[in-house]
Each structure stands twice: as C-alpha cells, then as structure tokens.
C-alpha cells in the first residue's frame, strides 16, 4: 500500500469533512461560524518494530517504561501512521494577540482566543474522528488498525502518557520537538497530532534529522510569549518547560460553559502563535 494513496485519501477527507469547519450549533460567537480549522495534513510512517518504540522512548528521560510499543497495542502490528493538522491562518493568527478576548477575569487578554480553543475541543473530535475513519480504511482493505489513544488501554500518568502523539510522530519522521514541547514540522507546531497503528506494510518516513531537538532554534520566542514564566531557556532545550507551571495555567484557564451547547472550553497555546516555529521550520535551520 503506498503512502501517497493515504495521504491523498486524507487530504480528500479533510477538505470535504463537515467536522473540520465551525458550525452554528457549536460556535461560541458568531465570527467563528463556518471558519476551517485545519489545513491539509503532513503524513509520516514508522514501523513498528523501531528501536525508538522498542527502546527509547520507555527510557525515563523519555517517556517511560508506561509506553506501550505497537506490537503491544495492536498484535503483528508492521507500520504507525502519524499525522499533523496544522491549524489554519485564521485560528493561529487569532491566538497571535494577546488583546483579542478579554474574559473580564483577572487573566483577561493573555486568554486563547475562541478559535484556538476551538481547534482544541473541536479540532481533537476531528482528529478522533479521522483516526477512527483511516482504522475503518484499512480495515476494509482487509487489515487490521487501532488508534492506540483511543482505546480503554489508553492512560495518562502525570504528564506522561503509555502512547504520545508527539512523539509517534517524531518516529514517523515529520519534525523534532521545541523548548516549549511541541513538536515543529515543516507546517510549524500549531496544530494537532494523531496516529494509527496497523499489520499493512508501509514504507517508512525517512527522519531528516539527527537529534530530537534539530529544527529549534533556541530563539526564546516562546518564553516571551508564555504569561505564566513556564518557560526558561538557559535551562536547555531539554529542560526549559516547567511542565507543573504550564499545566497549572492551563488548568486555571477553565473558561465557564459558553456557546450553546454549554461546553467548558480552557487552553492556551500562546507558545505555540506568533512564533517562528508557529506554521514551519524556522529559518534560521531550515535546507530548502
Ligand atoms: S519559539 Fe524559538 S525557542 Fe521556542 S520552540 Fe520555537 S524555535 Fe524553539
Ligand atoms: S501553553 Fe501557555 S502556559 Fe503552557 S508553556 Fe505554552 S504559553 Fe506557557
């Protein structure tokens, strides 16, 4: 099975997915109504017997011996799809602000704007919704899939997780990770990830990098932009992101039920908009 099939399968779906673009029925005001939230995707493949898998990642500098390898998440797994949606110009450039949304709360301007937390409730059940969809593709073409982060077997262990979307998609060749953490692929960081895991033989992504930190350019954009001091880079691209401060922001960012179905929306994303790795590699590292 080529990759180019897949990729182009995808693409169609998205474009044409109704769940990638803002309805009446979930919008929280009416400016978001009808804006598409991501782009077309970037598509990568690890197989599944990498020693990334098998080794790496369950060091505890990594993620830990939590993780779960594809062999055990799906029996006879060969190959892991990894995808990226970036999110579109108008989501970023409205994150970019930080006078865009006053909530009159004490946190006021240095809020997500409504779109990007869109892209984060919304956004993921499109990402949900496409891992189950390409699961069902190769399913029909008599093979066998899972989405590992959509299974009951799927934990989170303090900010570590037994299947990490990011990290899959290192694997699978489309970017390297950044001091804030997310990961930068030649559409940026802004967007979000999934993966499947499937016994179809695909041939693997090429990974154009030779460190988990390459296309970073310690530029420290990132730490200017975060309102809570999560971020520190004299501390090493390792090391710079104070997980416990990040997730206490976030967690602290909880907005009341809006919109009108109601739903608690929180987030913030502010590292990852109006920064030089927001939509692509940044210049400074880029070869073409
Ligand atoms: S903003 Fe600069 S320092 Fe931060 S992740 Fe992007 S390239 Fe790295
Ligand atoms: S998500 Fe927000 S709080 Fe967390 S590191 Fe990024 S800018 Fe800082």
Redo the contacts with the bound molecule.
């Keep these: 099975m080529e990759l180019e099939f897949i990729e182009k399968w995808m693409t169609d779906t998205i474009e044409n997915g109704r769940g990638n673009v803002i309805d009446a029925e979930t919008a929280v005001s009416p400016e978001c109504v009808g804006v598409r939230i991501f782009e077309r995707p970037l598509i990568g493949v690890a197989a599944a017997d990498d020693p990334l898998f098998t080794e790496t990642f369950r060091e505890s500098h990594v993620i830990g011996p939590l993780f779960r390898t594809p062999e055990e998440w799906l029996p006879g797994a060969k190959s892991v799809i990894a995808f990226f949606l970036p999110f579109t110009e108008e989501v970023r450039r409205s994150n970019r602000s930080r006078t865009d949304e006053p909530y009159g709360d004490g946190i006021g301007n240095q809020r997500s704007s409504s779109l990007w937390l869109h892209g984060r409730i919304e956004g993921q059940r499109f990402v949900d919704a496409l891992c189950l969809v390409l699961c069902t593709f190769f399913i029909n073409g008599g093979y066998h899939a899972a989405a590992p982060s959509l299974l009951p077997e799927f934990r989170v262990e303090g900010f570590n997780s037994n299947w990490s979307e990011r990290h899959i998609a290192y694997a699978a060749g489309l970017g390297t990770f950044?001091?804030?953490r997310g990961l930068?692929t030649e559409k940026g960081m802004a967007g979000r990830f999934g993966s499947v895991v499937t016994d179809a033989a695909l041939t693997p992504t090429v990974r154009r990098y030779d460190s988990a930190f390459a296309y970073?350019?310690?530029?420290?954009?990132?730490q200017r932009r975060c309102p809570a001091g999560a971020i520190d880079r004299e501390r090493g691209c390792a090391e710079g992101k104070d997980q416990q401060i990040c997730g206490a922001y976030v967690r602290g960012s909880f907005l009341q039920p809006h919109g009108p179905n109601g739903i608690v929306r929180y987030g913030c994303g502010k590292c990852q908009a109006g920064?030089?790795?927001e939509h692509g590699i940044?210049r400074a590292v880029r070869t073409s």
């Design positions: 950044g001091l804030s930068i970073c350019t310690m530029c420290g954009a990132c920064v030089p790795c940044p």
